[in-house]
């Protein structure tokens, strides 16, 4: 079955340390997207792609960078942990066309900066 | 004033009661309504989709959307402890998503 997989699941890192999420999706998603959600705040938008070699900053971007490759992968790298980094993440991929708003999200990575 | 109000809850009904959850918000370019559901340390999943005011009714679940109020609620009947969960109101501006904080829902047996 197509699913889209994230790693680590939890990871526990210290503040300045450059640290990279993996999302991995099997469905063959033009479109895919990372989400930050903290108590309070909800799921808030970091990076979205919308195919290989396309990224986008969303609303909270700040100190997160992403690449795209190939269609599978959306890496999320924080350049310099931060203890206001520590959040559960979570990855998104939609099809491209037609209502690409229906998100299927990964199980989230819980990290924490210390 | 965020876009997507959405009251964090927790709610806690008794097995078999009707369960009302709702969202406000703010600005006029939202098109579509969405109602994820959430399990304690899982991704969230989507549970509705409506475009248009009205009802759309999926089981025991009924989304209800009011433009005019700016209002959108989910229904649960026959609620049940595996309704036990989180839900997020999601709204939709172009390709983006927007969502509510989520409300806790605890339905004990």
């Known amino acids: 079955d197509a699913e889209i997989t994230q790693s680590p699941r939890h990871k526990i890192t210290e503040t300045g340390r450059q640290v990279t999420l993996a999302c991995h999706q099997t469905?063959?998603?033009?479109?895919m997207f990372w989400y930050r959600q903290d108590l309070g705040h909800g799921l808030r938008l970091i990076h979205y792609?919308?195919?290989?070699?396309?990224?986008n900053k969303g609303e909270v971007s700040d100190g997160y960078s992403v690449s795209r490759s190939n269609t599978e992968d959306l890496p999320l790298t924080l350049e310099s942990a931060a203890s206001s980094q520590t959040s559960v993440y979570f990855c998104?991929?939609?099809?491209?066309?037609?209502?690409?708003?229906?998100?299927?999200f990964g199980p989230g990575t819980r990290l924490t900066v210390l | 004033q965020k876009e997507v109000e959405q009251d964090p809850g927790p709610l806690s009904v008794p097995e078999g009661a009707i369960v009302s959850l709702n969202c406000t918000y703010s600005?006029?370019?939202?098109?579509?309504f969405m109602w994820y559901r959430q399990y304690s340390r899982k991704g969230p999943e989507l549970l509705m989709y409506?475009?248009?005011?009205g009802n759309k009714e999926d089981g025991r679940f009924t989304a209800q959307v009011d433009k005019s109020s700016k209002y959108i609620s989910l229904f649960i009947r026959d609620s049940q402890p595996s309704d036990s969960a989180t839900y997020l109101c999601?709204?939709?501006?172009?390709?983006?998503?927007?969502f509510g904080g989520g409300t806790r829902l605890m339905v004990k047996p």
């Open positions: 792609s919308y195919g290989v070699q396309d990224t």
């Open positions: 998104a991929s939609s099809p491209a066309g037609g209502r690409t708003d229906t998100q299927y």
């Open positions: 469905w063959n998603h033009n479109n």
């Open positions: 999601a709204m939709v501006a172009g390709n983006m998503l927007t």
């Open positions: 409506t475009y248009s005011s």
């Open positions: 600005n006029s370019a939202f098109q579509y």
